[in-house]
């Protein structure tokens, strides 16, 4: 086949390298110039982009996604760790409050700490060499070409440089994805798009280690705190780097000012868990911030038909979820290699092809979805209850199933709950089947009663917080 893929992200990168690897002949357009740069240096230079501004956000590579790099992209995962990505391994990540004795399957439970552009420059890298992919960067998609049918037929894409005619149009652009528009321009009917909360504003920063600096822990250490009126993370990346993020509500207009680097550092600084960490770095960015953001599922199919054929959808096009647990790049892996099975298994059948994608997403990728619009829901409702004395009721105990805030408060204080736990973090099975386990709501519930005081986080007062968000010395 020959396939047009639409965004160079890192959705449009792993569809473009999985496709021209089974021996499809594949385009890879961006509206951006995506050239490697020589140097990772020289990325870092760079990597900031308004088309995708989440790759100088924090980023870390979840278990599952290094365990299918290793498998279907091993170039790309060696290519990452002489990168100078760094494994954190499942006992680096575990409560100081319990010790957790190691198991044969632990290796399934590391992670690899580094940074999105790095992520991004290996696959450029990578993207470049590979015989099969033609670059088009620098080229803007405005549309769809289509041949009358019912269900239209996708043949290829208008751009910026002349239409270009394919078999088969991936649209990877993202969460900015113009795709409704094209499907509507070219007479066919948009998707259906299932919408839910996110909530947060993202501010982060990026740091390096000081000449001479000791880091308090391993440098592959995340932290992430949901604490009582923000959301707050560090992430450790490659090469003697780390992320901090301040991920305040939307709506909470006293944050305002966080996006300047004297207030986010105080912000910061009235951070207890985060003191130790700041001595050993210093800053090596101004403050990106991120907003907008939302859940959202995309349907392709309305009432068990396809709005189009000769169309697939991967990565933000298809879904977006709250980038706070790292779930993009695993979703966008799967999504591509979802697409070469459904592939594989449908020939040039492109009405069969649609069909089989959805499943495939339905199955593979929306629980994680739900997931997160359900603990964000929770996490927001918590939030406008803390800041602005919203009413607000916890979602009502399962006798038959747990919540991912109930594990995550289990496995304080009882170490079978931390595997079950790295389980649903890490994307290594489908929450449902974690959350419903006989034995993880058994210990779960079990660990909940018999705690007989669930440990505070240590957090800024309300008056510490806004005094730093005011710039005042009271922190």
């Not at 089989?356 to 603990?375: C, G």
């Not at 929450?431 to 800024?460: F, G, H, I, S, W």
Request: net charge negative.
């Amino acid at each position: 086949m020959r396939i047009a893929v639409i965004g160079g992200s890192a959705a449009g990168q792993f569809s473009a390298l999985l496709l021209a690897r089974a021996g499809h002949d594949v385009v890879l357009m961006d509206r951006d110039d995506l050239e490697p740069a020589a140097e990772l240096g020289e990325a870092e230079a760079g990597a900031f982009r308004s088309a995708a501004p989440q790759i100088v956000q924090p980023h870390a590579l979840l278990p599952r996604c290094r365990l299918l790099l290793r498998d279907h992209l091993p170039d790309v995962h060696d290519e990452l760790m002489h990168a100078g990505a760094v494994e954190s391994v499942l006992a680096n990540n575990a409560p100081p409050t319990i010790t957790l004795q190691p198991e044969p399957d632990d290796d399934d439970y590391t992670a690899l700490s580094v940074r999105r552009l790095t992520v991004d420059w290996v696959l450029q890298r990578i993207v470049a060499e590979e015989a099969r992919i033609s670059h088009r960067y620098g080229v803007r998609a405005t549309g769809l070409l289509a041949d009358a049918g019912s269900p239209l037929r996708v043949v290829g894409v208008h751009t910026s440089a002349g239409d270009m005619h394919a078999d088969l149009v991936v649209d990877a652009s993202g969460r900015r994805s113009h795709l409704d528009a094209w499907l509507t321009a070219a007479g066919a009917q948009p998707t259906q798009v299932d919408a839910a909360e996110c909530g947060l504003a993202y501010h982060s920063r990026h740091y390096r280690v000081r000449k001479g600096g000791e880091l308090p822990g391993p440098p592959g250490t995340r932290i992430l705190l949901p604490l009582d009126e923000f959301t707050a993370g560090m992430w450790n990346g490659d090469n003697g780097t780390a992320l901090i993020a301040v991920a305040p509500m939307v709506e909470d207009k006293r944050f305002a000012a966080v996006r300047k680097p004297a207030v986010f550092d105080a912000v910061v600084r009235s951070i207890p868990a985060f003191r130790p960490w700041l001595a050993a770095l210093e800053p090596s960015s101004d403050v990106y911030s991120m907003g907008g953001l939302h859940n959202t599922w995309r349907h392709l199919l309305v009432d068990g038909r396809p709005i189009v054929t000769g169309l697939a959808v991967v990565g933000d096009s298809r879904c977006t979820t709250n980038p706070t647990l790292g779930r993009g790049l695993p979703l966008a892996l799967i999504g591509a290699l979802d697409l070469l099975a459904a592939l594989r298994s449908c020939g040039d059948d492109l009405q069969q092809l649609a069909g089989e994608l959805e499943a495939r997403a339905s199955a593979n990728l929306r629980p994680f979805f739900l997931d997160q619009a359900r603990n964000d829901a929770a996490r927001l409702g918590q939030l406008r209850s803390n800041v602005f004395g919203a009413p607000f009721t916890p979602m009502q105990r399962s006798e038959t199933e747990v919540s991912f805030d109930e594990l995550r408060a289990a496995m304080i204080s009882d170490p079978q709950c931390v595997r079950p736990f790295w389980r649903v973090m890490g994307m290594l099975d489908l929450p449902q089947n974690v959350y419903a386990d006989p034995e993880v709501v058994r210990r779960t519930r079990a660990a909940l009663q018999t705690a007989t005081k669930r440990p505070v986080m240590p957090q800024p007062t309300t008056a510490e917080l806004e005094a730093a968000l005011a710039g005042s010395a009271l922190v």
